[in-house]
């Protein structure tokens, strides 16, 4: 009786054993089960995005990645809009207008400074020597853009209204031959543009950064997306601090990448990504950074950039309806992360 109960025990003990193991690789499996994501973005300096995708680093990070190509806002616009996208990449004037139509965007990162790659650029020979020279000129634009902005900030630095000058409004790929032609007298525009009409002759009078204005490229996601997945927005995050990593070893993926997807040579795409400074994870939620997801006292960070082109845009009726940028950002994913990752 006592070796049948002793044998009985040994042949329980077993089963929970074996229920374990299986248990243990039922969770170990499900853990490792990519998750799928469809992932917009648009051929610019996107240098972490080129990073991640060249070397494969969804994949390490445990996403299933379907990678959509735009070349154009609206498209992108529609695409969130009946969830046929869940997370990407916009400019801050394209992500403003996402959010005025009431797409449940939040931007969650940010890669990187842009307002050092746009700016003014003005012929040699026009007579524009400083921002007040710029009375009476014609100048290429696109309206509803960050040139858009910067170009207003700029004649406001100077005292300036737009009415002072011809503000001509041009689709950013007629803006290098209007300016090799002499039609205009410069531009603002943002790179490769800048670099192509410096190559015609052209010099640079200002950066939207030495105007003290910040633009920005913002990874984003669908909050519902976000919500219903969250092991996947954590891989999301880690795809971002993977990059930044395999970024700041050798940026020369991320350059090879801007010079196909831009259409220059690999010298300039250098120049391009060299001027944008990228940022880590840990900028992006450090309450003194300028362009914080969660700012400090006194630090308006990227919830005040995003406002101010929001507000911008209204004014000139681009939109038509205000954002509150508070809503838009969300840093709680990093912070997250990295607080998993200590």
């Known amino acids: 009786m006592k070796r049948s109960l002793a044998a009985l025990a040994v042949l329980v003990g077993l089963s929970s054993l074996v229920l374990a193991l299986v248990a243990g690789l039922t969770t170990e499996s499900a853990a490792q089960t990519p998750t799928k994501i469809r ?17 494969r680093l969804f994949e390490k990070a445990g996403l299933d990645a379907e990678l959509v190509k735009f070349t154009a806002g609206p498209p992108q616009f529609a695409a969130y809009r009946s969830e046929s996208i869940d997370a990407g990449l916009f400019g801050t004037a394209g992500y403003v207008v996402g959010l005025s139509q009431g797409l449940d965007l939040r931007n969650f990162y940010i890669q990187i400074i842009s307002a050092y790659a746009d700016g003014l650029v003005v012929r040699s020979d026009s007579g524009i020597a400083t921002l007040k020279d710029l009375r009476g000129k014609k ?123 831009l259409g220059v040579t690999e010298p300039v795409a250098r120049h391009i990504v060299e001027i944008n400074p990228v940022v880590s994870l840990q900028q992006a939620v450090d309450p003194k950074f300028e362009l914080s997801l969660l ?34 950002v969300d840093g709680s994913w990093v912070a997250e992360y990295l607080k998993a990752r200590r």
Do not use: C
């Open 39 to 55: 992932f917009a973005w648009q051929p610019y300096n996107a240098v972490l995005f080129y990073t991640a995708r060249d070397l």
């Open 139 to 261: 100048i290429a634009f696109l309206r509803g853009t960050s040139a858009h902005i910067g170009l207003v900030t700029a004649l406001q630095k100077a005292g300036l209204s737009p009415s002072d000058v011809q503000m001509v409004t041009m689709d950013i790929t007629n803006m290098v031959p209007a300016f090799s032609n002499k039609d205009v007298d410069g531009a603002y525009a943002w790179e490769p543009w800048i670099s192509k009409m410096e190559a015609a002759g052209g010099k640079v009078l200002t950066r939207t950064i030495d105007l003290g204005l910040n633009t920005s490229d913002h990874w984003v996601v669908r909050e519902k997306w976000a919500k219903a997945n969250p092991e996947g927005m954590r891989r999301l995050v880690r795809v971002v601090d993977l990059a930044y990593e395999a970024f700041t070893k050798d940026k020369n993926v991320a350059i090879r990448a801007t010079a196909e997807n």
């Open 295 to 328: 700012p400090g006292p006194g630090n308006p960070g990227a919830v005040g950039m995003i406002q101010r082109v929001g507000d911008f845009l209204l004014a000139q009726d681009i939109v038509k309806a205000k954002i509150d940028a508070k809503t838009a």
